[in-house]
Structure formats: structure tokens, C-alpha cells
């Protein structure tokens, strides 16, 4: 199958791979190989090609590197995921530019780069949020599926039967491009079909049994006692400055309502706040030209 | 004696040792943060049945996880899957493996009978919110006692344990034994204990484990 076009969407103009713990990143990078350096972490399930359409616009001033978060993408499968190596993943490839970066995350990518920024404040100059705020209070939840109302103890059991057969990482293969495109197209309606053939054509590639995610399901499936209520406080050991970036129509999985996200931001010392017209949750790929006009120029000053 | 039994887990190998057989039942052991089961040394006076002991992944003969990750949830996957092999089991476990102890003894009641929490290194984790603070990420090999250790082991040294949710395990649990000594517990731990949902074993008790039968 040839590779779809998407108006606006620029391939990278340079791949590589950076070993981060022992596992392979894909690194995606556009721009002067001397400019500042831009570092971009994708949402959950995403991939670091979701940024061929911002990418190229921050490109005229920066060097813009994207990350192929472990298990998503071109990068490299582990046997366990968590948050923490998540974090880690961003620190190693930031202090391996050897000068100070911006680092724009979207969705759980926002979330990362949040922590990251946190823990190496030295390494970050600002900081781009793109609706990564967190779940609700209720978490999110997904159209059709209800909360599990079942004892945390019984869940763990769930996710300890579920590592018991982790040995077994047949994945799901379909018979076509387009049906991967319909599963997309169900849970972010907003997104054009037009994009999601691009945008998923590089998330996915064919076998011979059809055409199955490159992402790694487990990539999911974490167990841990974390909650959103410390969202908040881990915002206010942020030193960085933050520019917390929202569209402005209602999506899957954002944005919060301002009772929720208010309070969130309302802890973090150096925030900047921009709303997207006519952009759901994934901000970049529906409005791509103003959200770069946007963070060029709030990194520029 | 002791015979070891390496069997996988995912693309991990863990070692289980033997390190007393008998008829009765089984105790599994489960070493500190940055232990081994080298250091449980000789078994349990008198226990009647099989001593086993795990050593965690990134610690004594098991492989290190590829990638890094470790966290108690993934730590009782593991030892979960000794579990499967050796059926039942009273488990004991020291700091962090005290901590893995509890989240079985809470999601495999069928598999535990009864787990004996012991003090040690990771028994505290990083408290009961996150550990954000500055270069708590990726710990240098320095930070830990020297020896086979993955170094990213250190990182559950940081990971958060509310006391609620260590609750309820415990009030999931079959019979969860306390093994006090007079030193601060952390305050998981302590919530365990207000709650009443387990048994404290007082300071200077010769063989806590022998508890683990009553």
C-alpha cells in the first residue's frame, strides 16, 4: 500500500534511535540540525508521527525532535510499562541534546513531560502542555464501558492473570487499513477520516495475517495506587514555565470542565493559558497553524 | 540443601529456591529491596513443610527487567507466578517484599493462607503522595548497596503507598501477621494496624514465622 498524503503533513526530514534503559526510542526530527531544540512526547496509543503537521511549522525557528514513546511507534517493546520509565524515557533523551530544551507533550505525553520538567527543571527552558492534564476525578470514561465498581484488591487480581499470560503477545490483526481507521474514527470522531488514514497508517503496519497496531497493548495496562487528586500538588513543585493549551470544543477525552482543570492549574507558579477555537482534544491535528502560532510565540519570548 | 528452579515470566527469567524440603505446608520467602534470598540464610527454624525463596527480578540470580520498570504491582506478578508452580503458600516477606506479601495475601486469598509482613529495606516506599522531588528518577548505581542489582530497582524506593489502599488488602486477606520491633512503621503500615485487620507480633518473638501455622 502506498503511503497516504495529508495537506500540510511533512514526513521527518531525519530518523534515529536512541537507547533510553535498553530499549530502542524512535527519534522523528525536522528542522536545522543547530536550532534551539524543541522536544515533543505523544498521547497514549499515539505515535510520534501525529506531529507531522505541528512539527514542520515549529521547524522554521527550532530543531523539533519527536519521540516514539517505548511500545508506541517505531520504538521498542518492554515487558512491563510504567509511568516512572515513561519519565525516565523523556529525561535520558533531554539530557542527551547537552543544552536546555522546550518540551511539548500532548494528552498522557503532557503528563510526562510535566513530570520530566519537575525533576530536571535544568534541562527544560519551557514547558507546552497540550490538554495533558490528567483524567476527572471519576476517570475517564469511555463511551459504553462503566466504571469498575469492583474491590482494588480484585482488580489487581485481574491485572495479575493478565501478567500470567503476557508470555502470549499475539496481537489482533485486521483485515483491512480502514477497518483499524473505523476503530480510531469511534473513539475521536472529531478527527478527519482524511488524517486518521495518515495518522494510522503510520501507527499500524501489515502483516500476513492483515494489518495490526504497532503499539503495544500493555502499554495500557498498569497497576498502581494512583489517583487524580495529585495532580495538583505535583503542578506546584514545577518550576518551569508552563503554557497549558486547550481547545475549545468538548472530545472524548478532553477537555476537562474548568472546575476540574482550574484548580489543577491554579498550582503552578509560571502559567500561561490558551484555548484553541474549533479544536477538540488533540489540538495540533485539528488546528495545526494556530497552535503553532501559539507556541512560537510563547517560546520565543 | 538448596535446589534452584528458574522458570519465565513474560521474557524474564526468575530464580525460586528451595532451601528446605518437607511434607507440610509451603512458605515462600520474599527478600528486602535490594536483597536476595541468599539472605534469608538458614531456613526458618522448624517449619514443617517447603521453604521456598524468590529472588525479585533486577535482584540475585533473576534477570533484570529490560526497560527498567519496577513497582510492587509488577514484583507480585512475579512472585505470583511462583505462586502458580508451587500452589499455596504462606508467604514472608522483608521491606518491599513485605509490601508484595500484603498485595497477594489481598488478591490471591485462595493462594495464601497467611503472610507474615517483616521490616526492611522498601518497606516504607515513598510515603503516601508521589516523591516528586528533583532527580528522583534515575537512580546511579552508587545509590544502592553494591552487588548484581539492577539499579533502577531504586525506583520503588519512590513509589507512593496510600494507606487506604494498602487497607484494603489487608481487609482482603485471609490472616496477615505484623511483625513489630519498637521502630516506626510507615504509614501503610499503620493503618494495617489501627484497623484491626491484623495480628501483631510483639518485639523479640524468637520465630514470627512459626505464626504463620497458628
Known amino acids: 500500500m502506498t503511503e497516504p498524503e495529508y495537506a500540510g503533513a511533512v514526513a521527518p526530514e531525519r530518523t534515529r534511535t536512541f537507547t533510553s534503559l535498553g530499549v530502542p526510542l524512535r527519534l522523528s526530527e525536522w528542522g536545522a540540525p543547530d536550532a534551539a531544540p524543541v522536544v515533543l512526547c505523544h498521547g497514549m496509543f499515539d505515535h510520534g508521527r501525529g ?40 529525561v535520558n533523551v533531554l539530557r542527551s541534546l547537552g543544552r536546555p530544551a522546550h518540551l ?154 474548568e472546575s476540574v482543570i482550574g484548580p489543577r492549574l491554579a498550582h503552578v507558579r509560571r502559567l500561561e493559558r490558551a484555548r484553541i477555537t474549533g479544536a477538540g482534544h488533540f489540538v495540533h491535528m485539528e488546528q495545526p497553524e494556530a497552535t503553532a502560532a501559539v507556541l512560537l510565540d510563547y517560546l520565543d519570548r | 540443601m538448596t535446589a534452584t528452579r528458574r522458570f519465565s515470566h513474560g521474557e524474564l527469567t526468575l530464580a525460586l529456591h528451595e532451601l528446605h524440603a518437607g511434607s507440610g505446608p509451603s512458605l515462600l520467602l520474599l527478600h528486602r529491596l535490594g536483597g536476595s534470598s541468599a539472605e534469608w540464610g538458614a531456613p ?96 546511579a548505581p552508587a545509590d544502592g548497596p553494591e552487588g548484581s542489582t539492577d539499579p533502577m530497582v531504586w525506583t520503588c524506593d519512590s513509589d507512593p503507598r496510600p494507606p487506604d489502599y494498602a487497607l484494603a488488602f489487608a481487609s482482603a486477606a485471609r490472616r496477615l501477621l505484623l511483625a513489630e520491633d519498637g521502630d516506626a512503621r510507615p504509614p501503610w503500615w499503620e493503618a494495617i494496624r489501627e484497623a484491626s485487620v491484623a495480628r501483631r507480633l510483639a518485639a523479640g518473638v524468637t520465630s514470627p514465622f512459626a505464626a504463620l501455622l497458628d
Open chain 1, 51 to 90: 506531529f507531522d503537521l505541528l512539527a514542520p511549522l515549529l521547524a522554521e525557528r527550532f530543531r523539533v525532535i519527536a519521540i516514539d514513546a517505548r511500545g508506541h511507534g517505531d520504538s521498542g517493546w518492554v515487558d512491563a510499562y510504567t509511568w516512572g520509565t515513561d519519565v525516565a524515557d523523556v
Open chain 1, 104 to 257: 511539548i507533550g500532548h494528552s498522557k505525553g503532557g503528563g510526562v513531560a510535566t513530570d520530566a520538567a519537575t525533576r530536571v527543571p535544568e534541562s527544560v527552558r519551557r514547558l507546552v502542555n497540550i490538554d495533558g492534564f490528567g483524567p476527572p476525578p471519576e476517570g475517564f470514561v469511555i463511551p459504553g464501558v462503566q466504571p469498575d465498581p469492583r474491590p482494588i484488591p480484585v482488580r489487581l487480581a485481574e491485572f495479575l492473570d493478565g501478567r500470567r499470560a503476557s508470555a502470549d503477545r499475539a496481537t489482533r490483526c485486521y483485515p483491512t487499513l480502514d477497518d483499524l481507521i473505523a476503530r480510531r474514527l469511534a473513539s475521536n470522531p472529531r478527527l478527519p477520516r482524511p488524517w486518521l488514514r495518515y495518522f494510522v497508517f503510520h501507527g499500524a503496519r501489515q502483516t500476513e495475517r492483515g494489518w495490526t497496531w504497532k503499539v503495544d497493548l500493555r502499554a495500557g495496562r498498569g497497576f498502581g495506587p494512583w489517583r487524580p487528586e495529585w495532580i495538583g500538588p505535583g503542578y506546584a513543585q514545577l518550576e518551569t514555565p508552563m503554557l497549558a493549551v486547550t481547545g475549545s470544543e468538548r472530545d472524548t477525552w478532553g477537555p476537562l470542565p
Open chain 2, 44 to 139: 526458618p527454624g522448624a517449619w514443617p513443610g517447603p521453604v521456598f525463596a524468590l529472588d525479585f527480578a533486577g535482584h540475585g540470580e533473576s534477570e533484570r527487567r529490560a526497560g527498567g520498570a519496577y513497582a510492587p504491582e509488577l514484583l507480585a506478578a512475579d512472585a505470583d507466578v511462583a505462586l502458580e508452580l508451587l500452589g499455596p503458600c504462606r508467604v514472608a516477606g522483608a521491606g518491599i517484599g513485605a509490601y508484595v506479601a500484603l498485595l497477594l495475601a489481598g488478591a490471591r486469598p485462595e493462594l495464601v493462607p497467611a503472610a507474615l509482613l517483616l521490616p526492611g529495606r522498601g518497606l516504607d516506599g515513598g510515603g503516601s503522595l508521589p516523591a516528586l522531588a528533583r532527580g528522583r528518577i534515575l537512580p
